[in-house]
């Protein structure tokens, strides 16, 4: 099993930035990428971005593009996702995944966080 811990949400103005935080514990052994996902109120959970955990290689969907940016620290088994330039549609539940990279890319996972809301609002 696979603990999955988010971090960094909060209330931010349209246009400013936040990051969010997801520490894994357990058996990261078994998983090989992280990504992270959104879900705003009355809507699907969508796939943002992943990571490869070894290679740090990542993957975003067109929407943040250039806004979002993902990464890891091995060493405190830790993935970060810097949002830029947020928008009020940006507001949602963000949650962290972690599973294979192919499979988060294709919105199967393995393990959740608990999620963790970003509202952008003036």
């Known amino acids: 099993q696979v603990q999955l811990v988010e971090s960094g949400g909060g209330l931010v103005q349209p246009g400013g930035s936040l990051r969010l935080s997801c520490a894994a514990s357990?058996?990261?052994?078994?998983?090989?990428?992280m990504g992270w996902f959104r879900q705003a109120p009355g809507k699907g959970r969508e796939f943002l971005a992943a990571?490869?955990?070894?290679?740090?290689?990542?993957y975003y969907v067109d929407s943040v593009k250039g806004r979002f940016t993902i990464s890891r620290d091995n060493a405190k088994n830790t993935m970060y996702l810097q949002m830029n330039s947020l928008k009020p549609e940006d507001t949602a539940a963000y949650y962290c995944?972690?599973?294979?990279?192919?499979?988060?890319?294709?919105?199967?996972?393995?393990?959740w966080g608990q999620g963790t809301q970003v509202t952008v609002s003036s």
């Open positions: 357990g058996s990261i052994f078994s998983i090989n990428a």
């Open positions: 995944a972690a599973g294979s990279y192919v499979s988060l890319i294709n919105k199967k996972v393995d393990y």
């Open positions: 990571i490869t955990w070894t290679s740090g290689s990542p």
